[in-house]
Nanobody
Framework: QVQLVESGGGLVQPGGSLRLSCAAS????????MSWYRQAPGKERELVAR????????DYADSVKGRFTISRDNAKNTVHLRMNSLKPEDTAVYYC?????????WGQGTQVTVSS
């Protein structure tokens, strides 16, 4: 079965950095685009970044362009989200996502809190 396990969240000061990781299993990882979403309290879940199956193309929400970088390692079945220049408004639960066989799969999420 498809499993996505996120890690790397935590508390960071404004301007700081974090690197999130997602370990994937249960499907042929190298064939599928992967995404990171986030959900802040009281808000809808939103797409943060998406990367193509080969890692050659990345798309970003306007709010994170130039600060976040998505990458993947197809040999290790992992996808990462490097987050720099973090702002309080980046505070949210971050989820790894894959759309596989007509449905979306989600990890359990990892909390990112940006606060002084």
């Amino acid at each position: 079965q498809v499993q996505l396990v996120e890690s790397g969240g935590g508390l960071v000061q404004p301007g700081g950095s974090l690197r999130l990781s997602c370990a994937a299993s249960g499907f042929i990882f190298s064939l599928y685009s992967m995404s990171w979403y986030r959900q802040a309290p009281g808000k809808e879940r939103e797409l943060v970044a998406r990367i193509s199956s080969t890692g050659g193309t990345g798309d970003y929400a306007d709010s994170v362009k130039g600060r976040f970088t998505i990458s993947r390692d197809n040999a290790k079945n992992t996808v990462h989200l490097r987050m720099n220049s973090l702002k309080p408004e980046d505070t949210a639960v971050y989820y790894c996502n894959v759309f596989y066989v007509y449905r979306a799969y989600w990890g359990q999420g990892t909390q990112v809190t940006v606060s002084s």
